[in-house]
């Protein structure tokens, strides 16, 4: 599948992983837009918030940011997703952007 975040996962694309656990992954951004740059990203790939159907998922996801946060120490921070094009999603694979200064 042409999806970067997939090739990641299936490391086709060489990336660290910051976290991991059955559900998803994360990993820094490429392109930081604050001092850390988490994206946590679901193992199944998924386009967007508005195909996911069971909102399962999205817990999970949530519980792994409260991981991650609570992991490397940043008690405040900013989540953030973006949903469909014209809202400034360029990869079609729903993540969670996590953003700490
Ligand atoms: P969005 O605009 O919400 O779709 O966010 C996509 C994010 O993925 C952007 O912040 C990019 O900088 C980031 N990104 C794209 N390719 C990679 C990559 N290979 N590794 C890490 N982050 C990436
Ligand atoms: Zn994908």
């Known amino acids: 599948m042409d999806c970067v975040f997939c090739k990641i996962l299936n490391k086709q694309i060489p990336s660290k992983f910051v976290y991991e656990d059955e559900y998803c992954f994360a990993i820094n951004d490429i392109n930081p837009k604050a001092k850390t740059h988490i994206l946590v990203i679901p193992k199944e790939h998924i386009v967007s918030l508005n195909e996911v159907k069971d909102f399962e998922l999205?817990?999970?996801?949530?519980?792994?940011?409260?991981?991650?946060?609570?992991?490397?120490?940043?008690?405040?921070?900013?989540?953030?997703?973006?949903?469909?094009?014209?809202?400034?999603?360029?990869?079609d694979h729903l993540h969670i952007h996590i953003l700490a200064n």
Do not use: C, M
Request: aromatic letters at 6%; charged letters at 20%; glycine letters at 6%.
């Open 58 to 91: 999205v817990k999970n996801l949530f519980v792994a940011i409260k991981n991650i946060t609570k992991e490397q120490n940043i008690p405040a921070f900013k989540t953030h997703i973006n949903t469909g094009r014209a809202a400034g999603q360029e990869v």
